[in-house]
């Protein structure tokens, strides 16, 4: 069975700091692994996936994440934090067949000025 | 491509009565998905179709929800009788082919429920 661990429920930068959130994932089976994006009032949106081609996956709006299967991990970074990043973020890691993705419980980023 | 598209985008409804949610996936997709996100609860999937067939509804919470899907293009979540702890966004999803390809599922926008 496929799980996800989202560590930190509230994650809060300065403007143009990092962002670092964190997933660690389990899985029986070579993990497609992804991470969603959702603002305030509306649905969740793609922000990158891994599919077994490049361990650095590059998505939208300059984010980036990298999977280490020595670690279990697929940790999404952001060299510098805008305003706009504020949202909630979801690690998500496939199933087989007809098992559908399983989601972490999300993290909320916060930007300060 | 319009995306998966959801109706209505808020309902408020007295508790008691039936609430019925819509949603249409993307044309061509093979999986679509019914999930409730509430703060206490977080994101949850309660049923999933594959072609149209219903795979897995063992996360609707209890009898008074049902969903169906009569073909491609078209899937509602039903409850009734509603009562105020039903109160959530649901989110419909849709993906290219099987649940558990990589495609990435792509969400609707959500119908905000309220039951007062």
């Known amino acids: 069975a496929q799980s996800v661990t989202q560590l930190g429920s509230h994650v809060s930068v300065s403007e143009g700091a990092l962002v670092l959130l964190r997933c660690n994932y389990s899985?029986?089976?070579?993990?497609?692994l992804f991470w969603y994006v959702q603002y305030p009032n509306q649905g969740l949106q793609l922000l990158l996936k891994?599919?077994?081609?490049?361990?650095l996956v590059k998505g939208i709006n300059g984010f980036e994440a990298e999977f280490k299967k020595s670690e279990t991990s697929f940790h999404l970074t952001k060299p510098s934090a805008h305003m706009s990043d504020a949202a909630e973020y979801f690690c998500?890691?496939?199933?087989?067949?007809?098992?559908?993705?399983?989601f972490g419980k999300g993290t909320r980023l916060s930007v300060i000025a | 491509d319009a995306g998966v598209i959801q109706s209505p985008r808020h309902e408020v409804t007295e508790m008691g009565q039936e609430v019925t949610l819509r949603c249409k996936p993307i044309?061509?997709?093979?999986?679509l998905f019914w999930y409730r996100q509430t703060m206490m609860r977080g994101l949850e999937l309660l049923i999933y179709?594959?072609?149209?067939?219903?795979?897995?509804d063992s996360g609707m919470p209890e009898d008074r929800f049902s969903a169906k899907m009569p073909n491609a293009s078209f899937s509602t979540l039903k409850i009734q009788p509603s009562e105020p702890r039903d109160s959530a966004v649901y989110f419909c999803?849709?993906?290219?082919?099987?649940?558990?390809?990589?495609?990435?599922?792509?969400f609707g926008s959500g119908t905000r429920l309220t039951v007062v």
């Open positions: 998500a890691v496939s199933g087989s067949g007809n098992t559908p993705l399983v």
């Open positions: 899985s029986s089976v070579p993990p497609y």
């Open positions: 891994y599919t077994s081609a490049a361990t």
């Open positions: 044309s061509g997709h093979n999986s």
């Open positions: 179709f594959n072609n149209n067939v219903p795979i897995d």
């Open positions: 999803a849709s993906n290219p082919d099987s649940p558990g390809a990589n495609y990435g599922y792509t």
